[in-house]
């Protein structure tokens, strides 16, 4: 295989990323194998109608074999002749209402965890943000104006799912503003054992009781928690 070379669509400067067999003569099928990135939906939420169309789109115009998602975030096409690649793009435009991703030296496709939508550990808005951002950066993203490609990316807290450290340049990550809120009743029933630990989930095996001491107070790097036997207290 041959990765790379200059092949895309007209007006954008990535999106497209060429690859050729170096065989073509024995494999005429695959001689072009270029991979599509599409910009994904923030948090990646589909309708099975949606997903029909790309299917379909990518099963007429190219080899049918999709990657949802590439890391960087985007629906991927896996396999499609040059000619096709106009083609794809029309319709991609026209009748799925979407567009292309980035590659090469520009924006590469901003892409958020779903954050508030769905997750109790949002801190902000990752949607919200990531599709402000996408359209605010549109030329970035179409037009490779960088020496190199350069990453955004969302998460609402810091579990990061995303891997917005990992995985991008610039990593936007929701935290909390306000004093730590405790229930202190749930704290003690939780060392009480009336709260199961991972609310049962690992109730299979006999794991000693739970510790708070060794457990959580002394695994915080800050050092700021303290357990009085009956109060969890955290230094803000
Ligand atoms: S990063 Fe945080 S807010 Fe986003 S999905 Fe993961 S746990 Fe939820
Ligand atoms: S520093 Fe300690 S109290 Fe603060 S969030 Fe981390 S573990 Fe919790």
């Given at each position: 295989?041959?990765?790379?070379g ?5 007006g ?45 789109l ?5 080899s049918g ?28 435009t ?30 902000i ?37 995303v ?9 936007f ?39 708070i ?24």
């Amino acid at each position: 295989w041959k990765h790379g070379g200059i092949v895309g669509v007209f007006g954008y400067g990535g999106g497209v990323i060429g690859r050729y067999c170096d065989q073509p003569e024995m494999f005429p099928a695959v001689a072009h194998f270029h991979t599509i990135r599409i910009n994904q939906p923030s948090g990646k939420y589909y309708t099975t109608e949606y997903l029909e169309q790309l299917a379909d789109l990518c099963e007429g115009r190219g080899s049918g074999i999709t990657n949802m998602h590439g890391s960087t975030g985007d629906i991927v096409f896996l396999g499609s002749h040059t000619p096709q690649l106009e083609e794809i793009f029309w319709e991609l435009t026209h009748n799925i209402n979407q567009d292309l991703g980035g590659s090469g030296g520009n924006l590469r496709t901003p892409s958020a965890c779903l954050g508030m939508s769905r997750c109790e550990y949002a801190c902000i808005d990752t949607q919200a943000i990531c599709h402000y951002m996408t359209n605010e950066y549109q030329d970035e993203l179409h037009r490779p104006a960088f020496p190199y490609k350069f990453k955004f990316k969302f998460d609402g807290c810091p579990n990061c799912c995303v891997a917005s450290i990992a995985r991008s340049d610039l990593s936007f990550i929701g935290t909390w503003k306000d004093d730590i809120r405790m229930d202190q009743e749930a704290v003690k029933a939780y060392v009480g054992g009336e709260l199961k630990s991972n609310g049962g989930a690992h109730a299979g095996r006999d794991w000693g009781p739970f510790d708070i001491q060794k457990e959580v107070v002394d695994l915080c790097p800050g050092e700021c928690m303290a357990w009085d036997g009956s109060k969890l207290a955290i230094d803000n």
